[in-house]
């Protein structure tokens, strides 16, 4: 097969194939997990903008609640990030994904890791990352 066509058949698949972000969320079978991997992520993190001129904090918990795990938000980050007063939850998925969840249980924002950070998919209100402190 000719190095043209190859490639043009290798790009037509990579465009069919949805991204990282888009596939199906599955929560993480945490008791599968070592104890020390899992620790890393509790504890307090900080949200942000694309440049991190808008930052608030929070604390991802260990405790069960309705939708997750607990979550702890800094009392202004709804004036930052007006999404943020609605979360009431946080989830892990596969994938090291991190899920904020609203008091519905439905999934607001999602921190996935296309590399080295994590990065909000959507954008919601301007949140476009998340950094352990």
């Known amino acids: 097969m000719p190095a043209v066509l190859r490639f043009s058949l290798t790009a037509l698949?990579?465009?069919l194939a949805p991204p990282l972000a888009a596939q199906e969320l599955k929560l993480m079978d945490t008791?599968?997990?070592?104890?020390?991997?899992?620790d890393d992520?509790?504890?307090?993190?900080?949200?942000?903008?694309?440049?991190g001129?808008?930052?608030?904090e929070v604390t991802l918990k260990?405790?069960?609640?309705?939708?997750?795990n607990e979550i702890e938000i800094?009392?202004?980050?709804?004036?930052?990030?007006p999404v943020m007063g609605d979360i009431t939850a946080w989830r892990l998925y596969e994938g090291w994904t991190i899920?904020?969840?609203?008091?519905?249980?439905?999934?607001?924002?999602?921190f996935f890791t296309p590399d080295e950070g994590?990065?909000?998919e959507p954008e919601v209100d301007g949140i476009a990352r998340i950094v352990k402190k």
């Open 41 to 51: 992520m509790y504890g307090t993190w900080v949200v942000s903008d694309a440049n």
């Open 53 to 56: 001129a808008k930052r608030c």
């Open 13 to 15: 698949l990579l465009s």
């Open 99 to 110: 899920g904020f969840a609203d008091a519905t249980r439905k999934l607001r924002i999602k």
């Open 74 to 81: 800094a009392q202004d980050c709804a004036k930052t990030f």
């Open 31 to 38: 008791s599968t997990v070592s104890p020390e991997l899992l």
């Open 62 to 68: 260990k405790d069960p609640t309705i939708g997750g």
């Open 118 to 120: 994590y990065v909000a």
